[in-house]
């Protein structure tokens, strides 16, 4: 088991920043893969950003791709999201993920392949 809590969102004005951590806890010896997802008001949750195991490898949504960094500290378990020149259609829900240990740092960008999800944390930008 690995569990996920979410921090920092909250409320930004159009074109500000903020910074997201996730902390993860229990069988994080294994250092899967991490992944940040979202759900905006009315739509389905969609990958955002994933790291591999050693954080080597990032991908990120086109959507975010030039304004979203995705890191992690395996010292402190801990995974990242940086968001810049944020928009209104950023607005969501942010949850982390594990990937499962079976999956490829590339397969992690799709849903199915986690194991693991925290109870997520609202980001709201106002324009």
């Known amino acids: 088991q690995v569990q996920l809590v979410e921090s920092g969102g909250g409320l930004v004005q159009a074109g500000g920043s903020l910074r997201l951590s996730c902390a993860a806890s229990g069988r994080t010896f294994s250092r899967p893969a991490l992944g940040w997802f979202r759900q905006g008001p009315g739509k389905e949750r969609e990958f955002v950003a994933a790291i591999s195991r050693s954080g080597g490898s990032t991908y990120l949504a086109d959507s975010v791709k030039d304004r979203f960094t995705i890191s992690r500290d395996n010292a402190k378990n801990t995974v990242y999201l940086q968001m810049n020149s944020l928009e209104s259609e950023d607005t969501a829900v942010y949850y982390c993920?594990?990937?499962?240990?079976?999956?490829?740092?590339?397969?992690?960008?799709?849903?199915?392949?986690?194991?693991?999800w925290g109870q997520g944390t609202q980001v709201t930008v106002s324009s």
């Open positions: 993920a594990a990937c499962g240990l079976r999956y490829s740092a590339y397969e992690c960008t799709s849903r199915r392949s986690y194991d693991y």
